[in-house]
Every structure is written in structure tokens, then in C-alpha cells.
């Protein structure tokens, strides 16, 4: 199993642009979640899913955008990138049970310039 | 308000030299704890997830236990590919799909 894929791995932006954070998972989860992990903050929740067609905000949500059409997939758009959005952004699933805990991808880091 | 607390940061050990790690937490009602080991350029990768106080889970050097208000990743005899960071993380009752995270301690160990 290839488990939590994000790509891409490094992009670089320029402020003002807008793109999307690809996220892919072959569990069959029905959650996903996203995180920014920055220096000193630890790792902070942007939104999540529970399931296709449902989303919700967390902790730090303005500026970014969500949607699941499928089980398998939940991008993260960036509507109009910003320097403070400078940061390392984890993808997660995890299905209803916690014995194995959440599934993280490998991160994309993102700077703004 | 929900929050959890690691100390400390950082930890320098020499191979061999047993520790703890902490994690303090408070939360209005705790569904799971979890603790990951997060590598430099990587993703977090799970190690352990703890539901109540007085449970205990192991794997190789490490063991972590859970009372009420925290929880211990102890490190038994550890050795240089043990060097980490550790990060602890609760989830809620209150909240589906929801994780709040410590800040994490990077562990660094020595031959």
C-alpha cells in the first residue's frame, strides 16, 4: 500500500498566486485532515473531512480552501498564497478506530515568496 | 481550552542512557493519545496509541504509559538511530478527525 501521497513534494510561489496541495489515500479512510507544522508551533489543523461531501475548519483555516468529491482525495487550495503561508503542510487520514492512529504523508513544503 | 505540553525540547543522551520524555495534557474529555517519531524531511510515523490511565504499550526501547494529566515515552538503553523528534498528540471526544499536537522533543543520541 502506497498509503498517504502528497504532491508535490517542494513548490515554490510568488504572492498573490494560488495552487493546489494534492492528497491521495488507498486505506479506504474516511477521514483526512490537513496540517501546517511551522518552527516553534508545533503542527496546527487547517481543515478536515469526515467523510466524502463533508468538511470542516480547524484551528487555522482562513486563507486555504477544501473539498472531498471522493473517499480518496482532499486538496488544499491556496486562494491567493501569502508570506506567512510559508510552511511544511501534512495530509493525515485515519479511519473510525485509533488503535493504529493517524496516517501522515510525507509533507510538501511550501514557500512564499 | 485543550492543549498538551512536551518537555523537554530537546534531550542529548549517550547510546545506552535510559530517559523519559513528557507530555502533559489537558483536555475537556480524551478519546486517544498518541505518540509519533517524526524524522528531519519526513512525515509523522505512528509509535503508540494510549486510551486510558494506567495503560501501557511497548515496542522495542520504548514503552509509554498515561495517567490523567500526562503521559511518558520512556527510552530504555537507546541508541543513535533512536535520534527523533517525538511528538505527543491528543484526540478529543469532542472532535472527530481533530488532533492537537505538543510542540514535540528532539532527542539526539550519541554513540
Known amino acids: 500500500n502506497a498509503g498517504v501521497t502528497q504532491t508535490p513534494k517542494f513548490q515554490v510561489l510568488k504572492t498573490g498566486q494560488s495552487m493546489t496541495l494534492q492528497c491521495a489515500q488507498d486505506?479506504?479512510?474516511?477521514?483526512m485532515s490537513w496540517y501546517r507544522q511551522d518552527p516553534g508551533m508545533g503542527l496546527r489543523l487547517i481543515h478536515y473531512?469526515?467523510?466524502?461531501?463533508?468538511?470542516d475548519q480547524g484551528e487555522v483555516p482562513n486563507g486555504y480552501n477544501v473539498s472531498r468529491s471522493t473517499t480518496e482525495d482532499f486538496p488544499l487550495r491556496l486562494l491567493s498564497a501569502a508570506p506567512s503561508q510559508t510552511s511544511v503542510y501534512f495530509c493525515?487520514?485515519?479511519?473510525?478506530?485509533?488503535?493504529?492512529?493517524?496516517?501522515f504523508g510525507s509533507g510538501t513544503r511550501l514557500t512564499v515568496v | 481550552e485543550d492543549q498538551v505540553t512536551q518537555s523537554p525540547e530537546a534531550l542529548r543522551l549517550q547510546e545506552g542512557e535510559s530517559s523519559s520524555l513528557n507530555c502533559s495534557y489537558t483536555?475537556?474529555?480524551?478519546?486517544?493519545l498518541f505518540w509519533y517519531r517524526q524524522d528531519p524531511g519526513k512525515g509523522p510515523e505512528f509509535l503508540f496509541t494510549?486510551?486510558?490511565a494506567g495503560e501501557e504499550k511497548e515496542k522495542e526501547r520504548l514503552k509509554a504509559t498515561l495517567t490523567k494529566k500526562e503521559s511518558f515515552l520512556h527510552i530504555t538503553a537507546p541508541k543513535p538511530e533512536d535520534s527523533a523528534t517525538y511528538l505527543c498528540?491528543?484526540?478529543?471526544?469532542?472532535?472527530?478527525?481533530?488532533?492537537?499536537f505538543g510542540q514535540g522533543t528532539t532527542l539526539q543520541v550519541k554513540p
Open positions: 483536555v475537556s474529555g480524551l478519546r486517544g
Open positions: 473531512s469526515v467523510g466524502a461531501g463533508i468538511t
Open positions: 494510549l486510551y486510558s
Open positions: 498528540a491528543v484526540h478529543p471526544v469532542s472532535n472527530t478527525g481533530k488532533l492537537i
Open positions: 493525515a487520514s485515519h479511519p473510525s478506530g485509533l488503535n493504529y492512529g493517524y496516517t
Open positions: 486505506m479506504n479512510h474516511e477521514y
